[in-house]
């Protein structure tokens, strides 16, 4: 496997364990296997495919020669894209994934960007996300009409929504998003796919790191992710363990830890239940939450993704501070990842470690199957549905109301 589940550092104070083993042994498992085989779990099964990988990357040639590419989109629609680009070394195209409508930000980008040097891409599974079709009607106005038609591309549901209106009134590219795959899960769809393509990055890889995982998980008696969501619930229900804290060890996956908040808490947090995900990044967050986290509430569960980081970066020849010669900046970071888990289990706090021996597209695939999984088994233990979000539709209906009240 790419990466290593240690749930040693969960059981301090735990004095019956053959409690969370019921929660192992239950038939969340089974229900998840079954679900799976019956076609009911599309966004995992996506996987197993590959044949769709040479359309988007013809596609892609659309916008080889362009120095910039903006991506709009905002929750699943940009944060699975843009975790997996995190991975990216190329220089050229830049990728920019605008999930906000702040105005300043908008204004800045363009300021720094050449339009005739720019491709778009616009993504919104409905294709009526308010805030992505405000996005790209700012950036419709900012190119000129003659290379509208060249510099967009569109992925939506095949259906009749306002976004695949404007792309066939533009006579742009339109990729379909599946019917059946929710944004939030649509990482191993050609919403994560495409921007990975874009970037460089191997979509292939990507797929089969995470298939490596979903097969290990379908066959397993006790698999990692069973593992972690039984933990995750038992730690909940016995010992007030309410606050998810997910801490990795790379800037390269700071967007990850953001890309599992969003799953976890739409995904759980419904009728009451659910625990709260919190993202942090180390060894940034040890300066200032790590005081909290040690000597405040006992109320949290701790997740540290660690990869591989022993004697990479560049060795310090210089002896003025004398401890550091001869250490890498990995070495470093190995250290401070080590002293944060011993700490934390030290102040009784239920610490998780993940390692990863290296960090590229394989592992985040096979990262981001395992969490997709974890938060689906979780949904099975505590009765709620993973796939939808209820409580957020009256928002963005309250949202449209106070705009068309602006406007009159």
């Known amino acids: 496997m790419t990466y290593l589940q240690n749930l040693d550092g969960c059981y301090n104070g735990i004095k019956d364990k053959a409690i969370l083993h019921t929660f192992v042994n239950g038939t969340a498992l089974e229900t998840f296997r079954s679900a799976y085989h019956k076609g009911e779990l599309a966004p995992l099964s996506l996987v197993e495919r590959a044949d769709d990988i040479k359309h988007y990357q013809s596609v892609a040639t659309q916008f080889e020669n362009f120095e910039d590419i903006i991506v709009l989109g905002t929750g699943g629609s940009s944060l699975g894209g843009k975790t997996l680009c995190a991975l990216a070394t190329q220089r050229v195209p830049h990728l920019h994934f605008m999930d906000n409508i702040d105005p300043h930000t908008f204004n800045k980008l363009f300021e720094k960007i050449n339009p ?209 010669k001869g250490k890498t900046m990995g070495d470093l970071f190995a250290a401070e990842q080590r002293a944060t888990y011993e700490t934390l289990i030290h102040h009784k706090c239920p610490t998780r470690l993940i390692t990863l021996e290296t960090l590229n597209e394989s592992s985040m695939g096979a990262l981001m199957m395992h969490f997709m999984i974890e938060t689906i088994l979780t949904s099975y233990l505590i009765g709620v549905d993973a796939f939808d979000q209820p409580a957020v539709e009256e928002g963005k209906r309250l949202a449209r109301e106070f705009l068309k009240g602006m406007m009159e």
């Open 116 to 324: 005739k040097k720019t491709g778009v891409l616009a993504i919104s599974k409905s294709g009526s996300t308010i805030e992505t079709l405000f996005q790209l009607l700012v950036c419709l106005q900012r190119f000129e009409k003659e290379s509208l038609r060249n510099h967009f591309i569109v992925i939506t549901e095949p259906t009749s929504n306002p976004l695949r209106k404007i792309a066939e009134e533009y006579h742009w590219t339109c990729l379909d998003h599946p019917i059946d795959v929710g944004g939030r899960y649509s990482c191993f769809s050609v919403v994560g796919l495409f921007p990975a393509i874009l970037a460089g990055l191997d979509p292939y890889a990507f797929r089969k790191g995470a298939q490596a995982i979903l097969e290990h998980h379908l066959k397993d008696d006790c698999p990692p992710a069973l593992k972690g969501a039984a933990m995750a619930v038992y730690l909940e229900n016995h010992h007030q363990k309410t606050l998810s804290v997910i801490l990795p060890y790379a800037d390269q996956l700071d967007s990850f830890a953001l890309w599992y908040r969003q799953l976890w808490a739409e995904s759980l947090g419904k009728n009451g239940k659910g625990t709260t995900p919190i993202r942090t990044l180390g060894t940034v967050d040890q300066h200032s939450q790590l005081q909290l986290y040690l000597d405040g509430p006992k109320d949290k569960f701790f997740t540290i993704l660690a990869p591989t980081w022993k004697g990479k970066g560049e060795e310090i020849h210089s002896s003025l501070v004398p401890e550091l």
